[in-house]
């Protein structure tokens, strides 16, 4: 089946500080999402990307396909973005919409 | 925007009980999913149904059954719950579509067998 690996798996930053978060992942997908698991255990769905850039506020995404990884920037954090973000994919050939989720990135912001 | 909607937030029931979580979104998908999650394991699928009175086993559907009887709603059901299937249990939607679409979950539901 379809491997995705996200990194750094713990990172730990001062409010203010930027940072990126990748995933990879092992064949052509045709839905890849963004998660930011909040500590109350909801799962906020942060961007869909196949492909391409998109931006929100502070959080931005971009996903090469034909590289087969996607990078989740996060810029001037607060600490109210701790928590875990997972990288999740579906594959091309699945046309099921079973998504394979990634281990996460625990993310915690420091005052 | 869509709304995923799980009848608990917090359950605890005892072994050998049949447990019933419910699953119910607003937005006329076709797709819905329950996954169950755990420490250094991560998301797992249990079953997910393309249309009402479909379903697909997913990677873990042992030890439970789903229901799919309106295209709204969708129930995960432990025959007989047992204390490996305390879990985070968390629900999913999306549209039916080529190219793959959207997935939105509820809040979760943390079940506890005693």
Redesign the interface.
């Known amino acids: 089946g379809i491997q995705v690996e996200q990194s750094p798996p713990d990172l730990i930053l001062q409010e203010g500080a930027n940072s990126t978060l990748r995933c990879n992942f092992s064949d052509s997908?045709?839905?890849l999402?963004w998660?930011h698991q909040n500590p109350?255990?909801?799962?906020i769905?942060l961007f869909?990307i196949?492909s391409g850039t998109k931006q929100n506020g502070r959080l931005s995404a971009t996903t090469v396909a034909t590289e087969r990884y996607s990078l989740l920037y996060i810029s001037s954090s607060q600490t109210t973005d701790s928590g875990v973000y997972?990288c999740?994919v579906?594959r091309?050939s699945s046309?099921?919409?079973?998504?394979i989720?990634?281990?996460?990135t625990t993310l915690q912001v420091k005052p | 925007d869509v709304k995923v909607t799980q009848s608990s937030r917090y359950l605890v029931k005892r072994t050998g009980e049949k447990v019933f979580l419910e699953c119910v979104q607003d937005m006329d998908h076709e797709n819905m999913f329950w996954y169950r999650q755990d420490p250094g394991l991560g998301l797992r699928l249990i079953y997910f149904s393309y249309d009402v009175k479909m379903k697909e086993k997913g990677d873990i559907p042992e030890g439970y059954s789903v229901s799919r009887e309106k295209k709204e709603r969708f129930s995960l059901i432990l025959e007989s719950a047992s204390t490996n299937q305390t879990s985070m249990y968390l629900c999913a939607s999306s549209l039916l579509g080529t190219g793959g679409m959207p997935q939105h979950f509820g809040d979760g539901t943390r079940l506890s067998i005693l």
């Open positions: 997908v045709n839905n999402q998660f109350w255990g909801q799962l769905n869909y196949p997972f999740a579906e091309a046309n099921t919409g079973k998504l989720f990634g281990q996460g």
